[in-house]
């Protein structure tokens, strides 16, 4: 089918599921320049889709409860999508993570009788909490692309057709001059505003902690296009300087310069880890999605490399824990104990060996895609 023009659906509704899918829509493209591209997606994806009917302002709740008070918007946007999928007939649907989202979109698809392959890539956390979505996506789903090796074995055992590509960080380069002088400390507040709403008040506290003790440093905020704008309101009024950045090259100087960082858990969590950049990672659901996961959660820690070595070698405070002496306690450690950040950094090496696919996942993504078409 090289010589024939494909019809593609996409859809992802987080920032690191908007970075896989514009990294995968490039590596297609390159191996096949006649797929077309429609979907769902952010900044990134926007311009390489024909057809763009939602971004990521679009999905802004985070946990149950979150989810719930927005389910009559999210099933209205599934039936849209719906329809326009079996309208289209499009030759090959990918979804990338939110589980909560893709499958009962994929659900509501397969019931109106679509019959095309349909892939998704990143695996829910089925090894964390709600295992048997395991089972109930080997029904719906051709095939799962994954990004941690240990994850096969959850799906396999139900039939699913399941592929290791490894994690996007492989891209990322460690940085070669360790000594060099860094003066900038990056905070990371997440990608989404409800998420940003909840942190910030931290945020906010180790800003202050960092004027009231005159470090003489910077701090740097990468962020997305349709975020910016919130959080240059946050900061228009300290006195420190702070750059707000969405352009990746801008970002990646930036991050050469920096020192430690401030991070809300996930994927940014990750990519500062394999950038060798010590770092407190900080995470708050709301009161009532925390009371209702801690009777579900399998797992002790948040973040995913202490969760792979069973202890915190990256330092984390979540939830209920989450308060300002807590807090202040260990962003001062963080700033002022290098002992403790060169062995967070020599733990957090050790474990990233354990996620290195020894091949770039996005090329290995799109060999999979391709052998459907």
């Given amino acids: 089918m090289i010589n024939q023009t494909l019809k593609i659906f996409i859809c992802a ?23 077309i591209f429609d979907g769902v997606g952010g900044s990134k994806m926007s311009p390489l889709l024909s057809n763009h009917y939602y971004s990521l302002k679009n999905f802004n709740s985070l946990g149950i409860i979150e989810i719930l008070f927005s389910l009559s918007k999210y099933l209205k946007m599934i039936s849209f999508l719906v329809n326009k999928i079996l309208i289209n007939q499009y030759d090959l649907i990918i979804t990338i993570d939110s ?48 990004l941690f090796k240990f994850e096969i074995q959850y799906f396999k055992r139900y039939g699913l057709k399941t592929t290791f590509i490894g994690h996007p960080i492989y891209y990322i380069n460690k940085p070669i001059d360790v000594s060099k002088n860094k003066t900038n400390i990056a905070f990371l507040p997440g990608s989404r505003i409800n998420e940003i709403k909840k942190l910030f008040p931290y945020f906010n506290l180790a800003y202050n902690y960092l004027l009231k003790h005159s470090y003489n440093i910077d701090i740097f905020i990468p962020t997305l296009p349709h975020i910016k704008e919130i959080i240059q309101d946050y900061v228009k009024d300290w006195k420190i300087k702070t750059i ?38 900080i995470y708050k659901l709301n009161i009532f999605t925390e009371l209702i996961a801690k009777n579900f959660i399998k797992v002790k820690y ?27 306690f260990e962003f001062k450690k963080l700033i002022e104990k290098k002992k403790s950040n060169i062995e967070q950094i020599k733990n957090i090496n050790k474990a990233l060996k354990k996620i290195d696919s020894g091949a770039p996942p996005y090329y ?5 895609i391709l052998s459907y078409l």
Avoid: H
């Fill in 13 to 35: 509704t987080e920032q690191s599921g908007d970075n896989i899918g514009y990294n995968i829509i490039r590596e297609l493209l390159n191996k096949n320049k006649n797929i």
């Fill in 99 to 146: 589980p909560d989202f893709n499958y009962p979109l994929v659900k509501k698809l397969r019931k109106n009788n679509y019959k095309n392959k349909i892939i998704q890539v990143v695996a829910p956390t089925v090894w964390a909490w709600r295992q048997y979505r395991a089972k109930k996506f080997s029904k719906i789903f051709d095939e799962l692309l994954v």
């Fill in 244 to 281: 707000v950045i969405t352009d990746s090259k801008q970002i990646e100087e930036n991050f050469s310069k920096t020192n430690i960082a401030l991070v809300c858990s996930g994927t940014a969590s990750l990519e500062i880890a394999k950038r060798n950049i010590p770092q407190l990672v």
């Fill in 302 to 328: 948040a973040n995913i490399l202490n969760i792979f070595e069973n202890k915190m070698i990256i330092p984390e405070i979540t939830n209920s824990k989450l308060n300002e002496k807590i807090f202040l």
């Fill in 364 to 368: 290995l993504a799109a060999k999979q």
